[in-house]
């Protein structure tokens, strides 16, 4: 109940595009966590070729971001949203409908193209429309997120046992449905037009400050590890309990957290002390998650039995690592949303968070490729532990940068207004 009211004490622009996020998300989560699997077995496609449609999807996605928050700021956020959505309908529209290589390509481009504009267009627009509630707006933002994510592969699994086409097809009704919602709901802002220089000069402004590059990388343990939900620790869950559905679980451990902890850990933290303090520590604890597993995961014989209750026994310590490693993301991502923007000028939004995703996004994908190196070689016998305790160290060194940063006071305070650089001065 304190998270619905949380909810409508929000404008409805806010509370529109928190209900936009579920949607998203369950759209998204219902089809992409499949489409390898429709590319390989249904289609036939080789291991090679499937990794080229998804990192096609991908780089499409996280190299455009800078563009799409250029966009938001320069022609209103409220026109990014709903283009954006519509190009994912028309993207998933063609994952349902084509089987050929050239068509699933332009499929993963206009998808990946869909992400970089609305994503960082929807947090700018929140971000300027809740004002000094950013936080907050942001933890609710992370509740619905959550909640899609959840919603999303259960569907999807159901929705397979018709057939991929059911899937993909429902998945973009879904964004034609929130197109359709935003075009008539949500209220267009006006864009500051004034004496504006050209967009070339709003990126050397951004890509310019050393503060907020450095934070940027320095985040890039968040994003890696929380895509190790994706990644490790259902490959874990499964190990550990010897059941394929134990990775369901991990969302469920998610989704409760989420629903039950997430206000409250914002708006406590919110008025004790610096935001790089609970930065720091979040993602610390998204770190030592990666610890907690190793006495199941992290040995070639866990020492317990074979059997139902043992394999509850030995799936625990994985959903603790879960729950520890959400309480992290709690922690730490509402306060990142608003330093963000709190880096430069609020006509600049959009272009910081493009490029913070951006930067984080593409550094993160390197951090997912050590990870995934790791996890092969934790295969040999004796080291099947190195994975996980690599995802620590990069969650301990993330941790370190950050309090690095705010030691040396190199964090915005997000409520002091930021100059605009006088003309002609160097970004």
Request: charged share 10%.
């Amino acid at each position: 109940m304190t998270t619905l009211r949380a909810v409508r004490d929000f404008p409805l622009a806010v509370r529109l595009l928190l209900v936009n996020q579920f949607g998203v998300n369950t759209g998204f989560y219902l089809l992409v966590p499949y489409l390898a699997l429709h590319l390989g077995e249904n289609l036939g496609m080789s291991a090679a070729i499937v990794g080229v449609v998804l990192g096609v999807r991908n780089l499409s996605q996280q190299g455009l971001f800078i563009i799409g928050g250029s966009a938001a700021d320069r022609l209103g956020a409220r026109g990014v949203i709903i283009t954006g959505c519509a190009l994912r309908t028309v993207g998933f529209g063609l994952f349902a409908l084509g089987d050929s290589l050239t068509v699933l390509l332009a499929a993963s481009v206009l998808s990946g193209m869909a992400g970089a504009l609305f994503n960082p267009a929807v947090r700018a627009y929140i971000a300027v429309e809740s004002g000094d509630r950013r936080a907050e707006a942001f933890a609710l933002f992370q509740v619905f997120a959550t909640c899609g994510a959840l919603v999303g592969p259960l569907l999807g699994g159901v929705l397979l046992l018709v057939d991929f086409r059911t899937s993909a097809l429902t998945a973009a009704a879904i964004f034609a449905v929130l197109t359709v919602a935003q075009a008539l709901v949500l209220p267009a802002r006006r864009v500051e037009r004034l004496d504006r220089p050209g967009v070339l000069t709003d990126w050397r402004e951004v890509l310019g400050n050393r503060r907020f590059l450095a934070f940027a990388l320095a985040m890039t343990g968040m994003f890696t590890l929380e895509t190790q939900l994706y990644l490790l620790l259902p490959d874990g869950a499964r190990t550990a309990g010897g059941w394929a559905g134990a990775a369901g679980l991990l969302f469920l451990v998610g989704t409760v957290a989420g629903l039950t902890l997430q206000l409250r850990i914002t708006t406590r933290l919110k008025r004790r002390g610096r935001r790089g303090r609970w930065i720091s520590l979040g993602l610390a604890l998204m770190g030592l998650a990666f610890l907690i597993p190793l006495p199941v995961v992290g040995v070639s014989d866990p020492g317990v039995p074979d059997g139902t209750a043992a394999a509850v026994l030995r799936l625990l310590p994985v959903l603790l690592a879960a729950l520890v490693l959400y309480l992290g993301v709690m922690t730490a991502q509402p306060f990142v949303m608003e330093l963000v923007p709190a880096f430069g000028r609020s006509s600049l939004t959009g272009t910081h968070l493009g490029v913070f995703y951006m930067v984080s996004g593409l550094a993160a994908a390197l951090g997912n490729i050590l990870v995934g190196w790791t996890m092969d070689l934790g295969e040999n016998p004796g080291i099947s532990w190195l994975p996980w305790v690599c995802c620590a160290a990069i969650g301990l060194a993330s941790a370190g940068g950050v309090a690095l940063l705010s030691r040396r006071s190199l964090l915005p305070d997000p409520g002091a207004p930021v100059p605009a650089p006088a003309r002609g001065a160097a970004p």
